[in-house]
């Protein structure tokens, strides 16, 4: 099968990217950044083939030609920042969005589309099922609702099913820096203070990156669903940000040094998917608990830091 996936230089596409590699399949991958370790690792494999440019430029995808299914991750996937940004967001991300429907509505082999949306979706809405309203905060929740909406468009337009994962907050190896959980391991084990937004009582549901990569593969290989199909990816479970915090300090024998901070615009209070409907449709099973996740990812880090 050849396989596009956008945004393959970040942290989920390259996990995803490199699952797909091994399992034999030909990648080929968009992302804007033309170099990182992740694509190190990616372009030593013979079946990996990589674009540098944009997914808004309609020519440079038409060069791509035909695929059998495409995942979009490409995203600016920062909530706070989008609010500092907002003309940016909608620009890359929803207009840029427009090309890649565009080029995939003319694929002649193209089996399924899976767009990765978020669970920041919600918002204020009150709830985390599917049928929940969509009451989003921030302008990056706004850009992949307004993207949802475009797929159930050019299902019904053109006819080529697509999948819309919204993923809930996604931790793992090969993450990036600024991410919340690198940023406390790390700075937990070099002695240095953690800043906790709301005191630490935002919860989140953290699902490991193992665990998104396998509902991405079960959305893909559906052979059953046709029109636009939206699930939650998380574990259905959520803990305080603090409580992660106290994880860590347990893995690692150390303890933090914390500077709380009131809540941040754009930030809710909890979220926890209902995930009901993947596990019945899709059978999707997460099977990385928040203490194995941490564990393994402190690992991981832990040893690059040494
Ligand atoms: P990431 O920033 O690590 O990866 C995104 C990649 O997309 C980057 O390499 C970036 O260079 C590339 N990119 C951005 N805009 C592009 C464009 N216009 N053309 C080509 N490449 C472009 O992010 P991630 O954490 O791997 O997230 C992947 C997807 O999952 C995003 O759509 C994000 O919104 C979504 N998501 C992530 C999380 C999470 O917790 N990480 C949670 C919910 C949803």
Same mark, same amino acid.
């Given at each position: 099968?050849?396989?596009?996936?956008?945004?393959?230089?970040?942290?989920?596409?390259?996990?995803?990217?490199?699952?797909?590699?091994?399992?034999?399949?030909?990648?080929?991958?968009?992302?804007?950044?033309?170099?990182?370790?992740?694509?190190?690792?990616?372009?030593?494999?013979?079946?990996?083939?990589?674009? !540098?440019?944009?997914?808004?430029?309609?020519?440079?995808?038409?060069?791509?030609?035909?695929?059998?299914?495409?995942? !979009?991750?490409?995203?600016?996937?920062?909530?706070?920042?989008?609010?500092?940004?907002?003309?940016?967001?909608?620009?890359?991300?929803?207009?840029?969005?427009?090309?890649?429907?565009?080029?995939?509505?003319?694929?002649?082999?193209?089996?399924?589309?899976?767009?990765?949306?978020?669970?920041?979706?919600?918002?204020?809405?009150?709830?985390?099922?599917?049928?929940?309203?969509?009451?989003?905060?921030?302008?990056?929740?706004?850009?992949?609702?307004?993207?949802?909406?475009?797929?159930?468009?050019?299902?019904?337009?053109?006819?080529?099913?697509?999948?819309?994962?919204?993923?809930?907050?996604?931790?793992?190896?090969?993450?990036?820096?600024?991410?919340?959980?690198?940023?406390?391991?790390?700075?937990?084990?070099?002695?240095?203070?953690?800043?906790?937004?709301?005191?630490?009582?935002?919860?989140?549901?953290?699902?490991?990156?193992?665990?998104?990569?396998?509902?991405?593969?079960?959305?893909?290989?559906?052979?059953?669903?046709?029109?636009?199909?939206?699930?939650?990816?998380?574990?259905?479970?959520?803990?305080?940000?603090?409580?992660?915090?106290?994880?860590?300090?347990?893995?690692?024998?150390?303890?933090?040094?914390?500077?709380?901070?009131?809540?941040?615009?754009?930030?809710?209070?909890?979220?926890?998917?209902?995930?009901?409907?993947?596990?019945?449709?899709?059978?999707?099973?997460?099977?990385?608990?928040?203490?194995?996740?941490?564990?393994?990812?402190?690992?991981?880090?832990?040893?690059?830091?040494?």
């Amino acid at each position: 099968m050849r396989i596009l996936v956008t945004g393959a230089a970040g942290f989920i596409g390259y996990h995803l990217s490199r699952h797909l590699l091994e399992t034999g399949h030909d990648v080929v991958a968009i992302d804007k950044v033309n170099s990182n370790e992740r694509l190190d690792i990616l372009v030593q494999y013979e079946n990996f083939d990589f674009r !540098h440019g944009s997914i808004a430029d309609i020519s440079f995808l038409q060069e791509v030609g035909e695929v059998d299914y495409i995942v !979009h991750l490409a995203a600016l996937p920062d909530v706070r920042k989008s609010i500092g940004r907002p003309y940016i967001q909608i620009q890359q991300d929803v207009l840029g969005y427009i090309s890649l429907l565009e080029y995939a509505k003319v694929l002649e082999r193209l089996k399924r589309m899976v767009f990765i949306s978020s669970s920041s979706v919600y918002g204020v809405g009150g709830g985390f099922s599917e049928l929940s309203p969509t009451m989003p905060i921030a302008p990056y929740g706004v850009s992949k609702l307004n993207n949802e909406n475009m797929n159930t468009c050019y299902c019904h337009l053109y006819g080529f099913p697509i999948t819309s994962l919204r993923f809930f907050t996604v931790y793992g190896t090969y993450g990036r820096d600024n991410m919340v959980i690198w940023k406390f391991i790390e700075n937990i084990f070099l002695g240095k203070p953690i800043s906790l937004f709301n005191n630490g009582m935002n919860e989140r549901d953290f699902v490991y990156v193992s665990d998104v990569v396998d509902a991405i593969l079960l959305a893909m290989f559906d052979e059953k669903s046709t029109g636009h199909n939206v699930y939650n990816v998380g574990t259905g479970t959520s803990v305080s940000v603090l409580e992660v915090v106290r994880i860590i300090e347990d893995i690692l024998g150390k303890t933090a040094t914390l500077e709380t901070l009131p809540p941040q615009p754009g930030d809710i209070p909890k979220t926890c998917a209902d995930i009901i409907k993947i596990k019945q449709d899709l059978d999707y099973a997460p099977k990385i608990d928040i203490t194995s996740g941490l564990r393994m990812f402190s690992e991981w880090l832990i040893d690059r830091l040494n």
